[in-house]
């Protein structure tokens, strides 16, 4: 088998700043690896005119893992040619339709290819906009049976299937899983029941299995009441090909450029990698246990610190140091 390749998207806003921090700590990890930066998002559209260059592309289909920072910029908000098509081009291209975003106890599967962000839309003669949400079972069933293998136990499936055709097809499909797996309690809900219920008693999750856009917002908030988008990361799995590694959080334009964005997603996003898309646990262990340390001894500003991205960094990357020597 050929060596090990990371090929890392920087991308946009903050993304270099905590992209620069994970590719030290990958050196000093997994120093076999080779990393390979490349182009995506706004970064990639003021080089070449595309979010997603070709050669971004197939370097990421040849790569064992991709791991890469948000995108987007407020410049191109307005533009036919966006950073966030690129993303979604580049999830699609690799088929990458498990999205695995743990936060604190819960972890929230939330599929990626599928739904609102890939059904037809467009605009009508009368003026009118629109955008569907479409699914396949084959499609609800696959992510729906990696929920269930990664659960502990618990399986909450969020839906909206007091309104939508799709969502009740969701059940249907998350009843016949769960029957493969007897040992595994299933539990539907609502999606703004499920939003209630994350905010106030966040602990009854284990794990919630649910549609792309639904798993999108549930996820910032689930980042958010188990301390923080700055700390929440993300896997991308496909079955077969490269995973693609990221934080929840994006470009955070509003504190890009101070050198003040917390790295910590992008560096647990490093560790999800070393697990899932390496097939090195005990790495991705180190590195998660040296984050946790870093957060204790230099916690950034956003969770009231003081640390800077690269003197946050430093500390995980001494601590690595220290547990390895
Ligand atoms: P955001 O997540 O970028 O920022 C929301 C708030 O959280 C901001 O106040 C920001 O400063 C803060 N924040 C985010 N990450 C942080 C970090 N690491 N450390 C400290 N504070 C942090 O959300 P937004 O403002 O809605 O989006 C900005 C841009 O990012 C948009 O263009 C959006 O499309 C893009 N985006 C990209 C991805 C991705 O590439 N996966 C994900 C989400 C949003
Ligand atoms: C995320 C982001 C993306 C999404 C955007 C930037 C396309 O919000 O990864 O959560 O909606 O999936
Ligand atoms: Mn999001």
């Known amino acids: 088998m050929s060596d090990p390749t990371v090929v890392l998207l920087p991308g946009d806003g903050v993304g270099p700043e905590v992209a620069r921090e994970a590719k030290l700590v990958l050196e000093l990890v997994a120093p076999d690896v080779a990393v390979e930066e490349r182009l995506i998002g706004a970064a990639a559209i003021r080089a070449t005119g595309d979010p997603l ?23 191109f908000d307005a533009a036919d040619v966006r950073p ?47 955008d569907t949400c479409e699914y396949h079972p084959d499609q609800v069933r696959r992510v ?48 703004d029941n499920a939003a209630m219920q994350l905010a106030t008693n966040t602990e009854q999750f284990d794990t919630i299995v649910t549609e792309n856009m639904f798993g999108d917002i549930l996820s910032d908030l689930a980042a958010a009441v188990t301390g923080g988008i700055g700390l929440a990361p993300s896997a991308s799995l496909a079955d077969g090909g490269p995973g693609i590694f990221e934080p929840v959080h994006g470009s955070a334009p509003d504190i890009a450029g101070r050198g003040i964005a917390n790295p910590t997603a992008m560096l647990r996003s490093t560790a999800l990698l070393l697990d899932h898309g390496l097939g090195r646990p005990e790495d991705a262990q180190a590195l998660m246990r040296a984050v946790d ?8 500003f956003d969770l009231g610190g003081t640390a800077s991205t690269a003197e946050f960094g430093a500390a995980v990357r001494e601590q690595l140091a220290l547990t390895r020597a």
């Open 84 to 130: 966030e098509q690129g993303l979604l081009r580049l999830r699609a291209a690799l088929d990458a339709y498990a999205n695995l975003r743990p936060a604190g106890d819960v972890l929230i599967v939330r599929e990626l290819v599928g739904g609102l962000y890939f059904g037809a839309s467009g605009v009508r003669d009368d003026g009118t906009v629109f």
């Open 293 to 300: 340390a870093a957060l204790e001894s230099a916690p950034t």
């Open 53 to 75: 260059p070709e050669e971004t592309l197939a370097a990421c289909r040849e790569a064992t893992a991709v791991l890469k920072g948000p995108v987007g910029d407020p410049e």
């Open 144 to 191: 729906v049976r990696r929920a269930f293998a990664l659960s502990r136990g618990h399986v909450t499936s969020v839906d909206k299937a007091n309104v939508l055709e799709t969502s009740r097809m969701w059940r249907r499909v998350v009843n016949e899983v769960a029957s493969q797996f007897p040992d595994v309690r299933v539990e539907h809900m609502l999606v």
